[in-house]
């Protein structure tokens, strides 16, 4: 048997009903083998994968089998070059025939196919055997790592006789994968309205996860309720959890009876969990009310990825629906297809949304959209989201040209900049109008996509959105796999945030076209997933305003937070102009620009002590007495802070360094990080972390590195910067 380096396979089966059988298993680190032709596994366990073929019919020299993923993934990168690694593979054959081993290389997610066995001479007899092993632990190596979410997915063998490369589909070669949540509980997360009225009732979500930011299904256990302020009828004090509830439990008709601030505590005691309830900011009359939705999630129906191409029960639309209006809370959400399918060739899909855009549309509760995402080569993707009702997608390798043309000027459709696989991109295609950006998605926070639409003249609305493949829509930022942007320095790609973002709009109902509307005027804002209240004016003028002034710029800026706030940077244009470290739940800050520009560009960032983020749509400012040299001597907008690394030592962090840097060694290039240096333990949302920072390449950036130690692999996370809000242009 010979072995190649890992390389793209762009093969796929055609289907077929060929001699042959496949036997799978999967050996968990501790615990009982799972095996059979339906597995069940928890996510994110740790193991070996076994794929035993047996030979029914001869297979040719040139010939040979082909192994297809379908909704989830086995591993960003499988590998046969580090024995000590993650995901290593091996080949055992039972057969005289010479057979060599082809793996994926670093872009399994756009091809199914993850591995070939190729027949070099000689031929497979009926009889023989052979069997794949990815994790292969026997040389040290740790094994490999279930898909972290709960997920339905599809192992595919397929086999060409000939060495033509017309492969067909065994007739027993299909293994199905249900990953099911971890039965452990790790995080509760309680959600209520932002702004009530007294006496009118509503709501309260109380959800359990498991540590992979899953609804964890299995819980049992009572959690108890306390609102400290002691303002609310029909508030229970114990919330019991069963089977029945599947990790979920919706509370309904709780009244605030006076105007007020207030806030809910939950408290599961036997598991040690607790959170805090977002702020409830209880009004007579209100001009407006926050609402929270996602209008860049994904669904079923793709053609680019064999991630979410089988309409499962988490991907279909009426699931994430589903899953929008429960664990999520939100008032409005727009799943859609990532890469959607020629209506002419799968109407099905298209008529899918449309069935739950229907069977969801409660005016006054919750407002779906309709959505998908276009593809162009030059330019940047946009997610399309239409107002109405629409009878067919945009075409999803849609050039610019015609993405304009047919949306750019319309006010019932938005083309939605987002951050992610294909962020937008100006200075290859130059746009006139870009009514909405996003700062922040599964793929970690992108601050600097907002810079970039600044330096263009664009004048966006802010927002922020899941970009949801398989994990949960909207479930709390996590640590999940494969989704980080650090592709091109790592061999394993990064973890990112996995999902969370949401976008706040301020309207004045919650309707189809009262939320449309307070989005086109940029009553916006955009977190990683906390239902912060967060109020940004100038002179009077809320966020998304455009003014003319005589005087200087006063800005006024009233945070309500979800954990105590850590920091809050005023960014004028490309520049931090001012800085509090509050440290407490709630702020509320005057600042008057003294040295003004003739136009600028005023918002908000936000950082609270457990990793979330909330940035302001901008103010956009003439001033008639600024200075162009207002910004001389003022720090950029992404300036990390200057820190001696040598002097941090001793921290709590440096117990996990050996074990970080060991993984580095098996798996990585570690001559790539430079002056690696442990700073502390952050407990954030995503889960308990050792804070590392270090250089990365030759150009010695500075990188922030989250080595979150409480799963059974640790998982690696990496930022630009020093501070984590995605200091890298396209980074």
């Given at each position: ?12 089966s ?9 036997e799978a298993?999967?050996q ?7 095996r ?13 994968w ?42 055992h ?41 990815i994790?292969?632990?026997?040389q ?20 060409d ?6 492969y ?42 498991d ?20 303002s609310l ?9 069963g ?16 105007p007020?601030?207030?806030?809910i ?23 407006s ?91 940047g ?18 050039d ?19 951050v ?17 950006v996003?700062?922040s998605?599964?793929h ?36 999940h ?42 009553r ?12 940004v ?12 002034i ?96 040598a ?22 290039d ?20 050792a ?5 990365l390449?030759?150009?010695r ?16 996370r ?14």
């Amino acid at each position: 048997m010979t072995t190649a380096a890992p390389r793209t396979l762009p093969f796929r089966s055609r289907g077929g009903n060929d001699p042959g059988r496949l036997e799978a298993r999967f050996q968990p680190a501790s615990g009982p083998t799972v095996r059979g032709g339906d597995l069940g596994l928890t996510a994110g366990a740790v193991g070996t994968w076994e794929f035993r073929i047996i030979v029914e019919a001869p297979v040719a020299a040139g010939g040979g089998f082909l192994f297809e993923r379908h909704g989830f993934l086995l591993s960003h990168s499988v590998q046969n070059t580090r024995p000590r690694g993650r995901d290593y593979v091996t080949l055992h054959a039972a057969t005289a025939a010479g057979v060599r081993l082809e793996l994926n290389e670093l872009n399994q997610a756009h091809w199914p196919s993850f591995a070939r066995i190729v027949v070099d001479r000689g031929s497979l007899a009926p009889g023989d055997e052979l069997r794949l092993l990815i994790g292969d632990t026997s040389q040290g190596g740790p094994g490999s790592e279930v898909y972290d979410v709960v997920c339905q997915g599809r192992i595919v063998v397929s086999a060409d006789r000939s060495g033509g490369l017309a492969y067909r589909q065994l007739a027993a070669g299909e293994v199905r994968v249900h990953v099911t949540s971890d039965p452990e509980p790790a995080l509760l997360r309680l959600l209520g309205p932002s702004i009530a009225q007294p006496g009118q009732p509503f709501a309260l979500h109380l959800a359990v996860y498991d540590r992979n930011h899953n609804v964890c299904t299995q819980y049992a256990g009572t959690v108890d309720l306390r609102d400290a302020t002691s303002s609310l009828d029909g508030l229970p004090p114990q919330i019991t959890f069963g089977p029945d509830n599947q990790g979920l439990a919706i509370i309904q008709g709780v009244k605030a009876q006076q105007p007020g601030l207030i806030r809910i505590e939950a408290h599961d005691r036997n598991h040690g969990l607790s959170t805090l309830g977002n702020p409830l900011l209880v009004q007579p009359n209100p001009e407006s009310l926050i609402l929270w939705g996602d209008l860049h999630s994904h669904s079923w129906g793709d053609i680019s990825m064999s991630l979410m191409d089988d309409p499962t029960p988490v991907l279909h639309p009426a699931g994430r629906h589903a899953q929008a209006r429960g664990q999520a809370r939100l008032d409005f959400a727009a799943p859609g297809p990532m890469a959607p399918p020629d209506q002419t060739h799968r109407p099905a899909v298209w008529e899918a949304h449309q069935a739950a855009y229907r069977a969801n549309d409660e005016p006054g509760t919750y407002v779906p959209y309709l959505a998908g995402e276009a593809h162009p080569n030059v330019g940047g993707d946009r997610n399309v989201v239409y107002r109405d009702w629409a009878e067919r997608h945009a075409p999803t390798w849609s050039d610019m040209d015609y993405l304009v043309e047919t949306y750019g000027d319309r006010d019932d459709v938005l083309l939605e900049a987002h951050v992610g696989g294909g962020p937008a991109d100006w200075d290859a295609y130059p746009t006139a109008r870009e009514p909405v950006v996003e700062v922040s998605s599964g793929h970690g926070a992108g601050e600097w996509l907002l810079q970039r639409a600044l330096r263009h003249g664009h004048r966006p609305a802010v927002i922020a959105s899941g970009d949801t493949h398989l994990p949960l829509l909207a479930a709390p930022m996590a640590a999940h796999h494969y989704r980080g942007r650090f592709g091109n320095h790592l061999n394993i790609r990064d973890c990112a945030i996995g999902c969370g973002p949401v976008a706040a709009v301020r309207a004045a109902r919650c309707e189809r076209h009262a939320i449309w509307d307070a989005v086109m005027s940029r009553r916006t804002y955009a977190t990683t997933g906390t239902r912060i209240i967060l109020d940004v004016t100038a002179n009077g003028h809320p966020s998304g305003s455009e003014i003319e002034i005589d005087e200087t710029p006063r800005i006024s800026i009233t945070a309500h937070a979800c954990a105590r706030i850590e920091r809050i940077d005023l960014i004028r244009n490309d520049r931090a102009l001012a800085a509090w470290r509050p440290n407490a739940l709630d702020a509320t800050l005057e600042f008057e620009d003294a040295s003004p520009l003739p136009e600028a560009a005023y918002y908000v960032r936000l950082r609270q002590t457990d990793g979330e983020f909330a940035w302001s749509t901008p103010i956009w400012i003439t001033c008639r007495a600024g200075s162009p040299d207002a910004d001389r001597g003022l720090p950029a907008w992404n300036q990390h802070e200057s820190l001696d690394l040598a002097a941090i030592r001793p921290n709590d962090a440096e117990a996990f360094e050996q074990q970080f840097l060991d993984y580095l060694a098996a798996n990585e290039d570690p001559g790539r990080f430079h002056d690696i240096t442990p700073i502390r333990i952050v407990n954030e949302v995503p889960g308990r972390a050792a804070l590392f920072h270090a250089f990365l390449g030759q150009d010695r950036e500075p990188i922030s590195i989250r080595w979150y130690v409480d799963f059974p692999m640790p998982r690696l996370r990496l930022d630009w910067g020093w501070r984590d809000f995605g200091t890298r242009d396209g980074g």
